[in-house]
């Protein structure tokens, strides 16, 4: 399988990322689509790593994916103080900061 | 290259053809007679109570929190572990101080009481 | 087998920074005084910072090339430790009076200056973006940490998706950039730039998106959206620490990956980084004029002194740089300074408006003196530190044959004067509506005496601390 067709994947799958970030509204969804982005990236390290047959990319594979672990660790943390406070499905909801207020 | 995954490709349409036959004949044979009590879900012979898909209790992401830093250490102890014997005790003492590091975050939510079930 | 370049020597300061943060996380759970937190940390800023003179002038890459120590990650250490210090200064009194839980807040905020630290001493992509996302995570989590504040949660979750997004676009350019260099440490990529590689479409492209991901960090024009919201809903000592600490980390990362690793594409990235520079302090600027809370006029104000800065990657001169070190040192400290005075104020009582100011020159003429020297820094009015930073900046774009940034820069500073002079005509020429003076807490008293007097002296010997930063502007 040649590499062009990994990165073309990882490709899709950023701005898969990036599209649903932008035209979703469930703060959940949106971690989700963020998630989506740093795989799309860290599947074009690991292929970049594979071709060039270099270590380093699959370490920094690693620690992107601890990264987005604690990324989404606290992320979740703050969806939960987001809902608790009122129960929020929609981020254009969100909105007490701002001009107007 | 291209050809040795004509047998895979053989084998899987196969595979599909053989589950899609199979339940067409079953469906065109059998009788059909649905009521209230067969379409329930079956739940060990109990009658179900309420919606099948429940929210689960807040506690439990605290713990799946929890749960994730030991799960995402383990990436780390993978390929450490492949090379420890060429590391020798550098890597030994390294690793300790890195656990170390994780255990301070057990203290710390030991500490607050979230291992606690209330 | 050990990893070559090990030297405890050279990343004590770092070593003590993490200590001490995991010092205080431990005495937060077994202490009831948690003033002592404060202390530990101010404690631990200072050994960290002690730690830094065995490394001074020295030019090592330790770690197995992770870590590079020379006088530019030197420069930028002293100022993140200051910056800390400050705010651990100004966080005493508002963490107890508005509950927040303090443990988490100072480990949070040592946590972030290691990343900070990070983000200035190394050469390799991989741990630049390990300190971002560092500094990144732990302030989220401070932006939140007020929770019974639904403005605090808002800007925390803002913060976190903006970005989060902009992170995963950061590691894209990365990746791009490793792919067709073939290597994660700058050195070697302007090795590659130079024998060719810098022809590469993809490349361009990897540029780019690291552009992106750091301008993002600093808050330029187009990539600013998420700053106001969060720098208005944070805890202000933390719309303090990340103005100043996050963005002159997010300087120090820009710096490294374009003057050292990407010199090969220097003349599309001047003329980027020229057009954000203009549409970025223009924004903030004409933004701010309409600002009616102090959080979002220092916000905007932030977003347009950014600007400036970004005048000095424009020229891409050691000139240039030594510009954008000295302003970024200057303005450190008297933001800093002038947020001491707003977190003075709302904890008078008063709310986060400006004319929540109203009369403050007869309820503390102490600090609403400051304020004003500090507002009159932020302008660029000669005497003061801030005319030295614009000056430097200025004269290096003169000399880059980029006259017009310079005229640009000018116009601003006027644009600007208005809404910082509106502040200054609330505090003096308008009655209060409470006439008692503000009780001022020490550690209020001291990080504004210090930021003062920091800023004062930086406008009165601005020659010998030029000196220095151009020394350290060599270094890169």
């Known amino acids: 399988m040649p590499l062009a067709a990994y990165l073309l994947v990882s490709l899709v799958l950023f701005v898969l990322g990036g599209l649903g970030l932008m035209i979703r509204r469930n703060p959940l969804v949106l971690l989700m689509c963020v998630e989506l982005m740093w795989n799309g990236a860290n ?38 103080l987001v809902f608790r406070g009122k129960a929020r499905q929609d981020v254009d909801e969100v909105n007490l900061l701002g001009e107007r207020g | ?17 053989f589950v899609a036959i199979t339940l067409a004949i079953g469906s065109l044979l059998r009788p059909k007679n649905p009521y209230a009590n067969k379409l329930a879900p079956y739940e060990c012979g109990e009658i179900p109570v309420g919606d099948g898909q429940v929210r689960f209790h807040i506690r439990y992401y605290i713990f799946a929190l929890v749960f994730l830093v030991f799960d995402v250490e383990i990436i780390f102890l993978y390929p450490w572990a492949v090379v420890l014997e060429q590391l020798g005790l550098f890597g030994l003492v390294e690793m300790l101080i890195f656990l170390g590091l994780l255990v301070v975050g057990l203290v710390y939510a030991w500490r607050k009481k979230v291992l606690r079930w209330v | ?221 187009p990539f600013h959206m998420w700053a106001p919201d969060t720098y208005e809903g944070s805890p202000t000592p933390i719309s303090a620490f990340l103005i100043t600490g996050a963005e002159a980390a997010g300087f120090a990362a820009l710096l490294r990956v374009f003057l050292v690793g990407l010199p090969g594409l220097a003349d599309a990235w001047t003329t980027i980084f020229a057009a954000l520079s203009v549409l970025t302090m223009t924004y903030g600027n004409v933004t701010a004029i309409s600002q009616t809370k102090i959080k979002r006029l220092m916000a905007y104000s932030a977003i347009a002194q950014a600007g400036y800065v970004l005048v000095g990657l424009a020229v891409a001169t050691g000139q240039g740089t030594a510009a954008m070190l000295y302003y970024l040192l200057v303005y450190a400290f008297m933001t800093v300074g002038a947020f001491a005075v707003i977190i003075l104020v709302a904890n008078s009582g008063a709310g986060e408006e400006i004319s929540d100011f109203r009369g403050l020159s007869q309820r503390s003429p102490f600090f609403a003196w400051a304020l004003v020297i500090y507002f009159l820094s932020l302008i660029g009015i000669p005497p003061t530190a801030g005319f030295f930073g614009k000056l430097n900046l200025f004269s290096a774009a003169i000399a880059a044959d980029m006259t017009w940034l310079a005229v640009v820069m000018v116009i601003n500073s006027v644009i600007s004067a208005p809404y910082y002079f509106k502040v200054i005509r609330t505090m003096f020429l308008e009655e209060a509506a409470e006439a008692e003076p503000v009780r001022a807490p020490a550690s209020l008293t001291w990080a504004t005496a210090i930021t003062l007097v920091v800023t004062i002296l930086l406008g009165l010997v601005p ?11 060599g270094a890169l």
Request: charged share 10%.
């Open chain 3, 463 to 473: 020659d010998q601390v030029y000196s220095w930063v151009r020394l350290v502007a």
């Open chain 3, 1 to 221: 087998m050990a990893v070559t370049g090990m030297n405890f020597t050279l990343l004590l300061p770092e070593l003590i920074l993490v200590a001490t943060g995991i010092l205080l996380v431990l005495l937060d759970l077994f202490t009831e005084q948690k003033r002592v937190l404060v202390y530990a940390g101010l404690a631990g800023v200072l050994a960290s910072l002690l730690a830094l003179i065995p490394g001074f002038g020295t030019t090592a890459s330790i770690w197995a090339d992770m870590i590079q120590v020379d006088s530019l990650a030197g420069f930028f250490k002293i100022v993140f430790l200051a910056v800390t210090a400050l705010a651990l200064l100004v966080s005493l009194e508002y963490v107890e009076r508005r509950q927040i839980q303090a443990g988490e807040f100072y480990a949070l905020l040592i946590f972030a200056t290691v990343g900070m630290f990070l983000m200035a001493s190394s050469l390799n992509l991989l741990v630049i973006y390990l300190g971002l996302e560092l500094v990144a995570i732990a302030s989220y989590a401070l932006v939140g940490l007020l929770k019974q504040d639904g403005r605090s949660v808002e800007a925390s979750i803002k913060y976190l998706l903006v970005s989060s997004a902009t992170s995963a676009v950061f590691l894209f350019g990365i990746s791009l950039v490793y792919g067709t260099t073939g290597s994660l440490a700058l050195p070697q990529i302007a090795q590659a730039l130079a024998a060719g590689a810098a022809s590469q479409p993809v490349l361009f492209a990897g540029m780019l998106f690291l552009l992106a991901g750091l301008a993002f960090k600093v808050a330029a024009f």
């Open chain 2, 1 to 17: 290259m291209v050809i040795n995954y004509l047998e895979v490709g053989i084998f899987a349409l196969v595979a599909v053809a």
């Open chain 1, 43 to 80: 599947l074009a390290f690991v292929a970049l790593g594979r071709g060039l047959e270099a270590m380093s990319a699959h370490v920094f594979a690693f620690v992107v994916i601890t990264v987005a672990a604690a990324e989404v660790a606290i992320g979740l943390a703050i969806l939960v």
